[in-house]
């Protein structure tokens, strides 16, 4: 008996081990498996590049550029330019809002104008699945502080004590003798009404502040639930156990070399399954864009360590004052399916093959020597409503796809619902006047195709060779 038990307790002990370690293994697979992060960002000056960006990364120190390295999104309203973007995402997940500054440097505005004159709204988009975006609106926040003359690098966070969200952003104004830009802060729960702007932060003197972001802290790491950064001469980290209470001064970054002549737009991360923080600055002065310093006590700042310059990776595009969001599994999957880095293709015409497809003032139709180019290219992307089909989104106004109403096309911004879907969507075929070419099928009208007439893009049914012709085109790059 006493061999038996032995042997029992042998095999036992080997079982336990043997699970023991396919639990550990599942638990370091499950954290090797944690979702990314997704940063939201601009990329420099001029229309194209003060737009909305995404990139992604697995470990928070190395990005890759999302669509290709082009924008996201793209401002209709205002100035036509964002800047500065800050990614919300509300307590329960239902909804996103991106805030961003309304400004268009070096494309209708220069910066004396932008901070003595200057919008006094924020751009807002708003999703409910972090792909699908409403159309850009503006809300004035300026407009009510007396002589505000800007407003400027939005940043938001939810406050469980107001059960709202406390917006705050930076405004020029002249007050106390002092004109200089303060941050000022309202309430507001869907980014299109707020609260009488108050005055949030005010440095001594001269002193200007306009970029701070705040990030909420565990029990048990530093002295306070919140840490914020702001670029106000320094990188000055401040403490506090209430979002609008009082904050303490807990020091710089000018101990690791770092200061606000130097760096600004402090954007927060959390690194996921560990008690560390990354706090990433750009390197303006230097036109050197994002890099990143880590800590594991936000509130200390003899805690941050600068990261050498091969451990990290921004990627193709530069990383402009922007928002770092951790993303849930189901969030990444849809974000990286939307987009992908699909070629950006011409549509060429068959039978006028000087003449490619363009938009113009949302119209649609093939012209010869296109400008700007960026208005006859596209992206291919997997139809909208099927398999196996196509949808033409555009490359200089993302979210906008060819969409024929009426048998007529136009480019058209996608509102998500299943008739834009159809509308939308089209087969790819062996081209109806050359089979080397390729003609798109309607989906939803499966016995026309799309073609020119006059110059103009038509969905029609096809008889004669002339209309053949008409509806064969060539993809190229």
């Known amino acids: 008996m006493s061999a038996l038990r032995a042997r029992l307790s042998a ?10 370690g396919q639990a550990l293994t599942t638990a370091q697979r ?17 229309a194209t590049n003060q737009q909305m960006y995404l990139s992604h990364s697995t470990d928070g120190l190395h990005w890759n550029d999302l669509n290709g390295g082009g ?28 805030i961003a500054t309304d400004l268009c440097i070096s494309c209708g505005q220069d910066w004396n104008a932008a901070i003595n004159n200057g919008s006094r709204n924020l751009v807002v988009w708003e999703s409910k699945d972090l792909v ?8 004035n926040v300026a407009g009510a502080i007396p002589d505000g003359r800007n407003a400027w690098a939005p940043e938001a966070i939810w406050n469980p004590e107001t059960n709202d ?26 980014f299109r009404t707020i609260t009488s702007p108050q005055t949030y932060i005010e440095r001594p003197g001269t002193q200007e502040i306009i970029d701070t972001q705040i990030i909420e802290t565990p029990a048990g790491v530093g002295n306070y639930r919140y840490v914020r950064a702001s670029g106000d001469g320094q990188i000055t980290l401040e403490g506090s156990n209430s979002i609008l209470g009082t904050w303490t001064r807990l020091g710089d ?13 402090p954007m927060w991360m959390k690194f996921n399954g560990t008690n560390k923080w990354g706090l990433y600055l750009d390197q303006y002065a230097s036109n050197g864009g994002y890099m990143p310093v880590v800590t594991t006590d936000p509130s200390n700042p003899a805690a941050y360590q600068k990261q050498a310059s091969g451990s990290y990776n921004m990627g193709g595009t530069k990383k402009r004052h922007g928002w770092i969001l951790n993303l849930t599994a189901a969030e990444e999957s849809r974000v990286l399916a939307r987009w992908p880095n ?6 060429q015409s068959f039978n006028f093959q000087d003449r490619y497809v363009r938009h113009a003032n949302m119209d649609v139709r093939i012209d010869p020597n296109v400008s700007p180019a960026d208005d006859s290219r596209f992206r291919l992307r997997p139809g909208l409503a099927g398999s196996g089909t196509v949808s033409f989104e555009s490359v200089n106004f993302p979210g906008y796809f060819l969409r024929h109403s009426n048998y007529d096309f136009q480019l058209v911004y996608n509102d998500g619902t299943p008739q834009f879907a159809a509308d939308a969507t089209f087969r790819q075929v062996a081209g109806l006047a050359d089979s080397n070419w390729s003609s798109f099928q309607s989906y939803n009208h499966p016995d026309r195709y799309i073609r020119h007439y006059a110059y103009q893009l038509r969905l029609d049914p096809i008889t004669t ?12 790059s």
């Not at 036509?80 to 307590?91: E, M």
């Not at 406390?166 to 729960?189: C, D, E, F």
Request: aromatic fraction near 10%; glycine fraction near 10%; include cysteine.
């Open 342 to 347: 699909t070629a950006v293709n011409r549509i």
């Open 132 to 139: 699908t975006w409403s159309q850009p609106w503006l809300i």
């Open 11 to 20: 095999i036992l002990i080997a079982t336990c081990l043997l699970f023991t």
């Open 30 to 46: 499950a954290v090797a498996a944690d979702p990314g992060y997704l940063m939201v960002h601009f990329t420099g000056e001029g």
């Open 253 to 265: 970054l000018s101990s690791i070399g770092l200061t606000g002549s130097m760096v600004e737009g």
């Open 71 to 98: 924008m996201v999104l793209r401002s209709t309203v205002g100035t036509k330019g964002v800047r500065d973007p800050a990614l919300v995402r509300s307590p329960d997940g239902s909804k996103y809002w991106i």
């Open 465 to 476: 060779a002339t209309g053949r012709g008409d509806a064969t085109f060539r993809v190229t």
């Open 165 to 190: 969200y406390v917006l705050y952003w930076a405004t020029n104004v002249p007050l106390n003798g002092k004109t200089k830009h303060r941050i000022y802060y309202a309430h507001t729960s869907d």
